[in-house]
């Protein structure tokens, strides 16, 4: 069992939708990540938090939108996706950011219309 | 030059063979070293992580760090084919970008019963 949760698991949506993914952990974490991967690619990094705060963009579009509520939560907000953002979201946390080793969740498979 | 580069594949190796996979890294700052492993459609799983020159063992892994070389490898020993997956080495970026875990292309492992 992974302890770092993604909802949903699959998520289809139209070019005009706002959506938003999910992602929590309880093992005490303080950075948590967002990585894009498609198919036959390695994870591409996105977003990492550390300690409740952005600390890496890597100058993803602005139609993605990161969110840290809490050290336990992470949220990607999208809105006016293009048909290319279609791809596997991960999420990660570990202890310390880049430092400790990243655990991932299950991830969110997206098909945008 | 990429960031983290690994040996081109698919990479095969009968039962019981030993399966070795070589990472490089531009960055001499980094100072933390990851494989995962991913199933097709899977999300990555740690396998090793290792932070000092010299090796690393747990279990059938070996991890080996050459900072001086940036260079890191992975040594599966008694291959079985259910190691046959795409192996991934993760580093962090150095003092400038620490926060960051680029991930290298894969390597395809098949093992062949």
């Known amino acids: 069992d992974t302890e770092v949760t993604q909802t949903p698991k699959h998520l289809v949506m139209g070019m005009t939708n706002k959506k938003s993914l999910k992602c929590e952990q309880h093992m005490g974490h303080r950075a948590m990540y967002w990585y894009k991967q498609k198919a036959k690619k390695p994870p591409e990094l996105m977003f990492v938090?550390?300690?409740?705060?952005?600390?890496i963009n890597e100058s993803v579009p602005s139609r993605f939108s990161p969110e840290c509520p809490n050290s336990s939560l992470l949220n990607l907000h999208l809105h006016a996706l293009q048909p290319e953002d279609s791809a596997l979201y991960l999420c990660?946390?570990?202890?310390?950011?880049?430092?400790?080793?990243?655990?991932f969740g299950n991830g969110t498979r997206l098909t945008v219309t | 030059q990429k960031e983290v580069e690994q040996n081109s594949g698919p990479l095969s190796v009968p039962e019981g063979a030993i399966a070795s996979l070589n990472c490089t890294y531009s960055?001499?700052?980094?100072?933390?070293f990851f494989w995962y492993r991913q199933y097709s459609g899977k999300s990555p799983e740690l396998i090793m992580f290792?932070?000092?020159?010299g090796d690393k063992e747990d279990g059938r892994f070996t991890a080996q760090l050459n900072k001086a070389s940036q260079y890191v490898s992975l040594l599966i020993r008694d291959s079985q084919p259910s190691d046959s997956a795409t192996y991934l080495c993760?580093?962090?970026?150095?003092?400038?970008?620490?926060?960051?875990?680029?991930f290298g292309p894969g390597t395809s492992l098949s093992v062949i019963p």
């Open positions: 993760a580093v962090n970026m150095g003092v400038t970008s620490y926060d960051k875990v680029i």
């Open positions: 938090y550390s300690y409740e705060k952005l600390s």
């Open positions: 990660a946390s570990s202890q310390e950011a880049g430092y400790s080793p990243l655990h």
């Open positions: 960055d001499r700052g980094s100072q933390s």
């Open positions: 290792i932070y000092s020159n």
